[in-house]
Nanobody, 127 residues
Framework: QVQLLESGGGLVQAGDSLRLSCAASGRTFSNYAMGWFRQAPGKEREFVIAINWSGTNTYYHDSVKGRFTISRDAAKNTVYLQMNSLKPEDTAVYYC????????????????????WGQGTQVTVSS
């Protein structure tokens, strides 16, 4: 079983950048597609971005296209979320999630497709 630990959250100003990390432990996560979700106060947890297990395909929510990128480092068992041009509406708890799959091209976007979750890291963007 893979365990996930997010880090890198914090308080930034609008327009700043931040990079979140999600370290996987327990076993290799090479057969796991990885995603980031976020949950703002009083709102549902929503999909942000995801990457297939081979690192060749990504999928973005429209609200973060052109600003956020996802990448993974197999040697470090880590997936990254690079967030640029941050906006106050990006404020949320960000969760890393893993979805085991045998399909190397698979990029899951629905929350139900993920069965392993991290504890979350807070990102606050001030205006």
């Amino acid at each position: 079983q893979v365990q996930l630990l997010e880090s890198g959250g914090g308080l930034v100003q609008a327009g700043d950048s931040l990079r979140l990390s999600c370290a996987a432990s327990g076993r290799t996560f090479s057969n796991y597609a990885m995603g980031w979700f976020r949950q703002a106060p009083g709102k549902e947890r929503e999909f942000v971005i995801a990457i297939n297990w081979s690192g060749t395909n990504t999928y973005y929510h429209d609200s973060v296209k052109g600003r956020f990128t996802i990448s993974r480092d197999a040697a470090k068992n880590t997936v990254y979320l690079q967030m640029n041009s941050l906006k106050p509406e990006d404020t949320a708890v960000y969760y890393c999630a893993a979805s085991r799959t045998e399909d190397s091209d698979y990029v899951p976007v629905l929350r139900i497709m993920y069965n392993i979750w991290g504890q979350g890291t807070q990102v606050t963007v001030s205006s």
